[in-house]
């Protein structure tokens, strides 16, 4: 336990008097001395990041455009790459309003926190105090009286008495003592950091901010990229109901060709059952749309810190074109994705704390001096007689406690490796990601092209099936097989560039988007109540 350090102010303190003499001041620097040389040590492990398998390159990488230091993905706002002023526009709402990374920073300025209390230790600390007391006890006593009497008495009869009697009579007394204390004092205390053990609680708490940072720049990201995903999605929706209001106005249009030509007994009443049925179909389709478009708008309004209630996007084409994403090498992600820093960071406190808990196994040194003015009368407070002083330097090791240590540091070597096997499958994770999404790019790519082929000839075919039928060549129920392969096919086009497009943001999310690991976030003041 620290001693406390006092040091009175010098304007009322006489230094000749609280100066030690040469000899004590000599051992006491050669002490100092020898304690800073010793602080000079740290014990418990120096971290070394370990090693993670992340192979020499990407196995999907075949056909892919690879990084270079000139085509780099945008530091910081990534998601410009799409050119879209809306989703340019919804962007920064993110990092202005959602609530999540409002969490994720206040976590952050917590551990900022912590990092400068722990820094605290590493200086002395100083005390004033000023008291002025008054006490008192009080002692009872009494004293006693006593009266004696004598009496004889005398009758007729055969008998003669005599009676002595004794009265005593207690009277109370009471005084007290008063007394009256006044003092002040300063007081310091610094505990030399022989083993490192505060050393090591600074660097774990160092790298707690810096894993603080990355958690949320990986919060960031994951809003950011959930954020355009949802986005794309919602234009994909745009298209499909365009598609389809298009649709309903041929299908309309078919309707009325089978009522003209049913009142001319042209047709049969089939074909008109078959129309209105195919139309009603199509009404269908593009009400189901309504929905799913508004629970995509609902959750872009949450990511941007707004009530869905007060939030809306007007529907537009979707004019976006597919960017190259370029991709770099594996062992880039570990200095990419902030996730994969988190985790690391992590795991270099978890080291550090090792030391923290191994120098609990040496004792502690603390410096310690007082001094100030102690007297029981106001007037003669601040007086030479009434001063007093003290300095000297404390040791303190627990002798024995039952192996409480020793399970410390087995506690926090254990967290350790728990810290490399959570970053090693961080770092596995983060590979499998950039694996999947670009193995999901090149087949979306291929299959698209296949899709284009055959949309192109499904537009083919209804254009010359509805000559046909036009022309009384064919019936209306071999129409209406060409118009829904033909929609189908529109639709699958549309979905499949929806996928590509939501699948690229997907990979820029797990080749660490825009984020630098060397800017550090900024921190933000705290809101008023």
Same mark, same amino acid.
Do not use: C, H
């Given at each position: 336990m620290k001693q406390p350090l006092t040091v009175a102010p010098r304007s009322v303190v006489n230094a000749r008097v609280l100066r030690p003499s040469r000899p004590a001041a000599l051992n006491l620097l050669a002490g100092l001395t020898l304690a800073a040389l010793i602080a000079g040590c740290a014990v418990g492990p120096d971290y070394h990041r370990p090693t993670a398998p992340t192979g020499i390159e990407f196995k999907e990488t075949e056909g892919w455009k690879a990084a270079q230091p000139s085509d780099d993905i945008t530091r910081g706002a990534w998601w410009e790459i799409y050119n879209d002023p809306v989703l340019n526009r919804l962007m920064p709402q993110v990092e202005a309003a959602n609530q999540t990374l409002a969490q994720s920073e206040a976590q952050y300025r917590q551990a900022l926190a912590v990092l400068r209390g722990t820094r605290a230790a590493e200086l002395p600390t100083l005390n004033g105090n000023v008291s002025a007391t008054r006490s008192g006890n009080g002692v009872s006593s009494g004293t006693t009286t006593t009266t004696t009497g004598t009496g004889v008495g005398t009758g007729t009869g055969t008998g003669t008495g005599t009676g002595t009697g004794t009265t005593i009579i207690n009277t109370p007394s009471s005084s007290s003592s008063i007394r009256n204390q006044f003092s002040t004092s300063l007081s310091a205390s610094w505990e030399i950091d022989l083993w490192g053990r505060i050393r090591r609680g600074v660097e774990a708490d160092s790298a707690s901010v810096q894993a603080s940072a990355a958690n949320l720049a990986a919060a960031r990201l994951s809003a950011q990229s959930t954020l355009a995903r949802n986005y794309f999605q919602l234009r994909v929706m745009d298209e499909q109901k365009r598609l389809l209001e298009a649709t309903i106005k041929v299908y309309e249009r078919s309707l009325r060709l089978n009522e003209n030509r049913y009142d001319v007994g042209v047709s049969a009443r089939a074909d008109i059952v078959q129309a209105r049925a195919q139309l009603e179909g199509a009404r269908a389709q593009a009400i189901d749309l309504d929905w799913q478009r508004a629970q995509l708008e609902h959750a872009i309004a949450i990511l941007t810190g707004q009530p869905p209630s007060n939030f809306a996007i007007a529907p537009a084409p979707l004019n976006t074109?597919?960017?190259?994403?370029?991709?770099?090498?594996?062992?880039?992600?570990?200095?990419?994705?902030?996730?994969?820093?988190?985790?690391?960071?992590?795991?270099?406190?978890?080291?550090?704390?090792?030391?923290?808990?191994?120098?609990?196994?040496?004792?502690?040194?603390?410096?310690?001096?007082?001094?100030?003015?102690?007297?029981?009368?106001?007037?003669?407070?601040?007086?030479?007689?009434?001063?007093?002083?003290?300095?000297?330097?404390?040791?303190?090791?627990?002798?024995?406690?039952?192996?409480?240590?020793?399970?410390?540091?087995?506690?926090?070597?254990?967290?350790?490796?728990?810290?490399?096997?959570?970053?090693?499958?961080?770092?596995?994770?983060?590979?499998?990601?950039?694996?999947?999404?670009?193995?999901?790019?090149?087949?979306?790519? &291929?299959?698209?092209? %296949? *899709?284009?082929? #055959? +949309?192109?000839?499904? /537009?083919?075919? =209804?254009? @010359?099936?509805? !000559?046909?039928?036009?022309?009384?060549?064919?019936?209306?129920? &071999?129409?209406?097989? %060409? *118009?829904?392969? #033909? +929609?189908?096919?529109? /639709?699958?086009? =549309?979905? @499949?560039?929806? !996928?590509?497009?939501?699948?690229?943001?997907?990979?820029?999310?797990?080749?660490?988007?825009?984020?630098?690991?060397? +800017?550090?976030?900024?921190?933000?003041?705290?809101?008023q109540d």
């Open positions: 074109a597919l960017p190259d994403v370029p991709v770099g090498l594996p062992s880039e992600l570990l200095e990419r994705r902030p996730d994969i820093a988190a985790a690391e960071r992590t795991m270099q406190a978890a080291n550090a704390r090792i030391g923290v808990a191994k120098a609990a196994y040496f004792p502690t040194l603390t410096l310690s001096a007082s001094g100030g003015y102690r007297n029981s009368t106001f007037a003669d407070w601040l007086t030479a007689p009434a001063r007093f002083w003290s300095l000297g330097p404390a040791l303190a090791a627990p002798l024995f406690d039952g192996g409480l240590r020793r399970a410390q540091v087995s506690q926090n070597e254990a967290a350790y490796d728990a810290q490399v096997a959570a970053y090693r499958q961080t770092v596995l994770t983060a590979l499998g990601e950039v694996e999947d999404n670009l193995v999901q790019l090149r087949v979306l790519a &291929s299959e698209q092209v %296949v *899709q284009q082929r #055959a +949309l192109d000839a499904a /537009r083919e075919s =209804l254009r @010359l099936t509805t !000559n046909q039928f036009e022309a009384g060549i064919i019936d209306f129920l &071999s129409l209406v097989t %060409v *118009q829904t392969t #033909a +929609l189908n096919n529109e /639709r699958t086009n =549309l979905t @499949l560039l929806g !996928n590509r497009l939501t699948a690229s943001v997907a990979l820029i999310a797990a080749i660490g988007g825009g984020w630098d690991q060397d +800017l550090a976030p900024p921190v933000k003041p705290r809101p």
